[in-house]
C-alpha cells in the first residue's frame, strides 16, 4: 500500500523552466515531510524537509509547499538546470520514537538545455 | 568525515544462495536503517537498528533478517534468494539523538544484487 503517492514519475523540463513534483499522503500522524535528490550510482541525498506547521520552505531555488488540511505537499525547482537532473523522492514520517520513513515512488527529473 | 560504506558494491547470485550485505555508517551515527530500491516499487524500509536493537520492520518475510554489532556496524542477511529479491539495497545512518526521526539520514551508495 502506497500510504505515499508521488507523481509525475518522468519529467522533462527545459533548462530554467520550473520543475514540479507533486506528493500526497494518507496517514495523518505524519508531521516530517523531507525530500531526497538521487543521482545514479549513488545513494539519495536529503535535498530539504518541512513540517506541517509552515506552508512553505525555501532554500535556493527548492522550494516545498505544504497543504495540510489537502494532505498534501510539491517541490519546485525554480530555473531548472541540466544538473538538477537526477531521481526525486518525497518522504513522510512521524518525528518522534522509531517510525519508519516512507517514501513516494520516486520522479526522475530530466533538464534538457 | 567518511560516509556511509556498503560492502560489497555489486553482487549476482542464484536463486535458493543466500547473502549477507554488509553497511558501516559514519562515526557516531548509532541508527542505521535498511532499504530496498526498485523501478517499481521505490524505496521500501525494510528495518532499523538501534543500539544493537531492531527499532522497527517493514513489511517483508522473515526470509529477510539483520544485525547491527556494538561499533554501530549493520549486516543483513536475505535467505532462499528469489528472482524477485534482485534490487539495490541501501543502508542509512543517522544520529537519531533523542529518538527523533528528523535527524538527516545519510545514504550508502548500495549494494546492486541481481538473482539469476
Known amino acids: 500500500q502506497q500510504q505515499v503517492k508521488q507523481s509525475p514519475q518522468s519529467l522533462i523540463v527545459q533548462k530554467g523552466g520550473i520543475s514540479i513534483i507533486n506528493c500526497a499522503y494518507e496517514?495523518?500522524?505524519?508531521?516530517?515531510f523531507p525530500w531526497y535528490q538521487q543521482f545514479p550510482g549513488k545513494g539519495p541525498a536529503l535535498l530539504i524537509a518541512?513540517?506541517?506547521?509552515?506552508s512553505e520552505k525555501k532554500e535556493g531555488r527548492f522550494t516545498i509547499s505544504f497543504n495540510k488540511s489537502a494532505k498534501q505537499f510539491s517541490l519546485h525547482i525554480m530555473d531548472s538546470q541540466p544538473g538538477d537532473s537526477a531521481t526525486y523522492f518525497c518522504?513522510?514520517?512521524?518525528?518522534?520514537?522509531?517510525?519508519?520513513?516512507?517514501f513516494g515512488i520516486g520522479t526522475k527529473l530530466q533538464v534538457i538545455p | 568525515k567518511a560516509g556511509v560504506t556498503q560492502t560489497p558494491r555489486y553482487l549476482i547470485k542464484t536463486r535458493g544462495q543466500q547473502v549477507t550485505l554488509s553497511c558501516s555508517p559514519i562515526?557516531?551515527?548509532?541508527?542505521v536503517s535498511w532499504y530496498q530500491q526498485t523501478p517499481g516499487q521505490g524505496l521500501q524500509f525494510l528495518f532499523e537498528?538501534?543500539?544493537?536493537?531492531?527499532?522497527n520492520k517493514g513489511n517483508f518475510p522473515g526470509r529477510f533478517s539483520g544485525r547491527q554489532f556494538s561499533n554501530s556496524r549493520s549486516e543483513m542477511n536475505v535467505s532462499t534468494l528469489e528472482l524477485g529479491d534482485s534490487a539495490l539495497y541501501l543502508c542509512?545512518?543517522?544520529?537519531?539523538?533523542?529518538?527523533?526521526?528528523?535527524?538527516?539520514?545519510?545514504f550508502g551508495p548500495g549494494t546492486r544484487l541481481t538473482v539469476l
Open positions: 542509512a545512518s543517522s544520529r537519531k539523538t533523542g529518538n527523533l526521526n528528523t535527524d538527516t539520514q545519510y
Open positions: 496517514n495523518t500522524a505524519f508531521d516530517y
Open positions: 518541512i513540517r506541517p506547521d509552515v
Open positions: 518522504a513522510a514520517t512521524v518525528s518522534g520514537g522509531y517510525q519508519k520513513v516512507t
Open positions: 562515526s557516531g551515527h548509532r541508527s
Open positions: 537498528y538501534f543500539s544493537e536493537t531492531q527499532r
